[in-house]
T-cell receptor
Framework: ELKVEQNPLFLSMQEGKNYTIYCNYS?????LYWYRQDPGKSLESLFV?????AVKQEGRLMASLDTKARLSTLHITAAVHDLSATYFC???????????FGPGTRLSVLP | DSGVTQTPKHLITATGQRVTLRCSPR?????VYWYQQSLDQGLQFLIH???????AKGNILERFSAQQFPDLHSELNLSSLELGDSALYFC?????????????????FGPGTRLTVL
């Protein structure tokens, strides 16, 4: 059974600081997705990582994938308040039939 | 706006009742996924349909059922509702087939239906 873990689950950080969210998964996969969810809202796709060593960047967020370690990271650079949200990673473990989300990391960026 | 639509946005009903949630996928997407999100359970995968056929089941209760119609819209039916069924229900769509992968399986989420069972 595919399991996806994230840490930390809660993260409070100050504006201007850097931090990394980790996503670990239990079985072989080379397809990993990151989503953002604002409170009470839907999920928005951020990154799609499709191979070992893949790196994607958008603004202050950068995601990477290490399939050998079964690990993806979401790095936040010089955080701003607008980045406050819950971030989910999701792993596509079995040709799209087994799409498993992590528990989410709730990020609060304080002024 | 992801292009996925869900109706209704809010639904308030009583225990024991039955409700139907509706989802229209993005134009061209053949896969529809249903998820339940509650405070204590996180985001739970319920069921996946591809081009009208059920392809995968997750933690879906027997009181819940779904179908995808020829025009590709999908409905999630919840019956004998209990207080614990109160949650946000999301539908997502992707273009991919069950054997495709990668970019084709990127899921786009609808705005959700907030169900409150009193």
């Amino acid at each position: 059974e595919l399991k996806v873990e994230q840490n930390p689950l809660f993260l409070s950080m100050q504006e201007g600081k850097n931090y990394t969210i980790y996503c670990n998964y239990s079985t072989t996969s080379d397809r990993l997705y990151w989503y953002r969810q604002d409170p009470g809202k839907s999920l928005e796709s951020l990154f799609v990582l499709l191979s070992n060593g893949a790196v994607k960047q958008e603004g202050r967020l950068m995601a990477s994938l290490d399939t050998k370690a079964r690990l993806s990271t979401l790095h936040i650079t010089a955080a701003v308040h607008d980045l406050s949200a819950t971030y989910f990673c999701a792993v596509d473990g079995n040709y799209g039939q087994n799409f498993v989300f992590g528990p989410g990391t709730r990020l609060s960026v304080l002024p | 706006d992801s292009g996925v639509t869900q109706t209704p946005k809010h639904l308030i009903t009583a225990t024991g009742q039955r409700v139907t949630l509706r989802c229209s996928p993005r134009s061209g997407d053949l896969s529809v996924y249903w998820y339940q999100q509650s405070l204590d359970q996180g985001l739970q995968f319920l069921i996946h349909y591809y081009n009208g056929e059920e392809r995968a089941k997750g933690n879906i209760l027997e009181r819940f059922s779904a179908q995808q119609f020829p025009d590709l819209h999908s409905e999630l039916n919840l019956s004998s509702l209990e207080l614990g069924d109160s949650a946000l229900y999301f539908c997502a769509s992707s273009v991919g087939s069950p054997i495709s992968g990668g970019l084709y399986n990127e899921q786009f989420f609808g705005p959700g239906t907030r169900l409150t069972v009193l």
